[in-house]
């Protein structure tokens, strides 16, 4: 099982996290909340308004987001739905734990609130130079006061 971040539209209660829980595409098990330790931009950008963390560490805000446990299938499934390498890159990034539910089994080591972990992240290095101009935020919801409605891929 690897740890995976998630602080967009995977996120529950957002528009993709319907694929977190199709046991289809993998496993994925919510574990807590949690923000990066370091700062990152996050940005909301494109014709489809997707929320990307730009990989421009120390610039922007600790994001906000959730922490998964997920098997190969699910985490094959993440690199093909996040476009990754091209679009997104899988990165190890350091996350501050603020809220834990996991429950630490066979193989599972137990986080405390206050710890951090090393957990994969869908950001991008690869973004277009105006992007770094754009409003930045620190946690992600598709219905947000920014007003920018996140188009679903298969209304694309």
């Known amino acids: 099982m690897a740890r995976v971040f998630v602080y967009g539209t995977l996120k529950k209660g957002q528009p993709n996290y319907k694929h977190m829980i199709n046991t289809a595409k993998g496993l994925a098990k919510f574990q807590g909340r949690g923000h990066t330790v370091e700062k990152y931009p996050l940005v909301i950008a494109g014709k489809y308004n997707i929320p990307y963390m730009l990989n421009i560490p120390g610039t922007g805000h600790h994001i906000a ?35 834990w539910e996991g429950k630490g089994g066979a193989g599972e080591a137990r986080a405390a609130a206050d710890s951090v972990l090393e957990c994969f992240v869908y950001s991008t290095a690869t973004f277009p130079p105006e992007w770094v101009g754009l409003p930045y935020y620190d946690s992600y919801d598709s219905s947000g006061k920014h007003g920018l409605s996140y188009v679903l891929r298969e209304s694309r």
């Open 65 to 99: 987001g959730e922490i998964y446990s997920v098997d190969e299938q699910m985490l094959q499934f993440l690199d093909e739905f996040e476009g990754c390498p091209d679009m997104y890159q899988r990165t190890l990034m350091r996350i501050q734990v603020v809220e």
